[in-house]
């Protein structure tokens, strides 16, 4: 099946900085990839729809200024965390539809990027 | 709009034991619908899918069998293991569309 990475797997930063996410179709080109964000024991909760070529598409409550995202290409789109306070600490996963899977029905998850802001 | 209810956990069982999770869901025309498990500090792996009605899914002794008349995905297993235990999520979608998910259900299996 399609492979989709991500990267760094966990990061720990100081409140205040910035932190980049990227996620990666290795495989297959991806012109859409969903971020998702996850808190402890608790479902995934869809941040963002990533388009290459244009600007994303934020879930409402979702500030687009401090959650930016950028898919620079067809197998790459990163998220930063801008200002990371210690509220923003989750688990960070994204997916990708590959168009030769069921018609893009099918999305492939990344393996997650536990974020830890002190 | 489109919607996935499934039943809360913790599921507890005893290995070797049978298991039912109930999932339900709402949606316009005909989603794909689809299993994806979650092992602790994982991201998700799919399970099982079935893209129309009657289609049943099925992998690693998984089975789930697509409802129409019903609108459920129910997902079981005939005889759960240690290793079984994690959180399943049940979820719809429709080609290139966001997944909606359902809220999860850990299983939490005991020798």
């Known amino acids: 099946g399609a492979v989709v990475s991500q990267h760094p797997s966990r990061v720990i930063c100081k409140s205040g900085t910035s932190v980049k996410i990227e996620c990666r179709s290795l495989?297959?080109?991806?012109?859409?990839m969903f971020w998702y964000r996850q808190f402890p024991k608790q479902s995934l909760m869809l941040m963002a729809t990533?388009?290459?070529?244009?600007?994303?598409?934020?879930e409402q409550g979702v500030e687009k200024d401090k959650f930016l995202i950028n898919h620079a290409s067809l197998t790459l789109s990163t998220l930063t965390v801008t200002s990371a306070h210690p509220e923003d600490s989750s688990f960070y996963i994204c997916?990708?539809?590959?168009?030769?899977?069921?018609?893009?029905?099918?999305?492939?998850f990344g393996p997650g990027t536990r974020l830890t802001v002190l | 709009g489109n919607s996935v209810t499934q039943m809360e956990g913790p599921v507890t069982l005893s290995e070797e034991a049978f298991l039912t999770i109930n999932c339900t869901y709402t949606?316009?025309?005909?989603?794909?619908l689809f299993w994806y498990v979650q092992y602790p500090g994982e991201g998700l792996q799919l399970l099982l899918k079935?893209?129309?009605?009657?289609d049943k899914g099925s992998n690693k002794g998984f089975e789930a069998t697509y409802r129409k008349e019903t609108t459920s995905f129910h997902l079981e297993k005939g005889s759960v293991q240690v290793s079984d235990s994690a959180v399943y999520f049940c979820?719809?979608?429709?080609?290139?569309?966001?997944?909606?998910f359902g809220t999860g259900t850990r299983l939490l299996v005991s020798p």
């Open positions: 997916s990708a539809p590959d168009p030769g899977t069921s018609g893009g029905d099918e999305q492939f």
């Open positions: 495989d297959f080109q991806a012109t859409t």
């Open positions: 990533s388009n290459e070529g244009s600007k994303a598409t934020y």
């Open positions: 949606a316009t025309g005909y989603p794909s």
């Open positions: 079935a893209t129309k009605a009657d």
């Open positions: 979820a719809l979608s429709r080609g290139f569309q966001k997944l909606v």
